[in-house]
């Protein structure tokens, strides 16, 4: 069973930084898409960056994050990051960790519903 589990979000003024983190567990993800998502209050969730567990340099990003956002993955670590910088009070929202195996594409890794696996998700809150 597939567990994911993030951490690091918090409040911080704009223009910082932050780096959440997503735990991952329970199986062998070599195959898997690991995908970042957000949502903030009366909105639907919307993807923010994606990558491959076993190849880690094809990632997607949402052309909302202008540069802004990296992802990554430490394989020992089975830790997914994201790396986020010159954060917006726009940026502010809960994001989830998700995971799945699909094929390649970027038509697939921005569909949440494509996802099936999810985690609880961590708090960002930007203040201006």
């Known amino acids: 069973q597939v567990q994911l589990a993030e951490s690091g979000g918090g409040l911080v003024q704009a223009g910082d930084s932050l780096r959440l983190s997503c735990a991952a567990s329970g199986r062998n993800f070599n195959n898997y898409h690991m995908g970042w998502f957000r949502q903030a209050p009366g909105k639907e969730r919307e993807f923010v960056a994606s990558i491959m567990w076993s190849v880690g340099d094809n990632a997607f990003y949402a052309d909302s994050n202008e540069g802004r956002f990296t992802i990554s993955r430490d394989i020992p670590k089975r830790t997914v990051y994201l790396q986020m910088d010159s954060l917006k009070p726009e940026d502010t929202a809960i994001y989830f960790c998700?995971?799945?195996?699909?094929?390649?594409?970027?038509?697939?890794?921005?569909?949440?519903?494509?996802?099936?696996?999810w985690g609880q998700g961590t708090q960002v809150t930007v203040s201006s």
């Open positions: 998700a995971a799945a195996i699909f094929p390649y594409a970027r038509a697939h890794a921005i569909e949440s519903r494509n996802y099936d696996n």
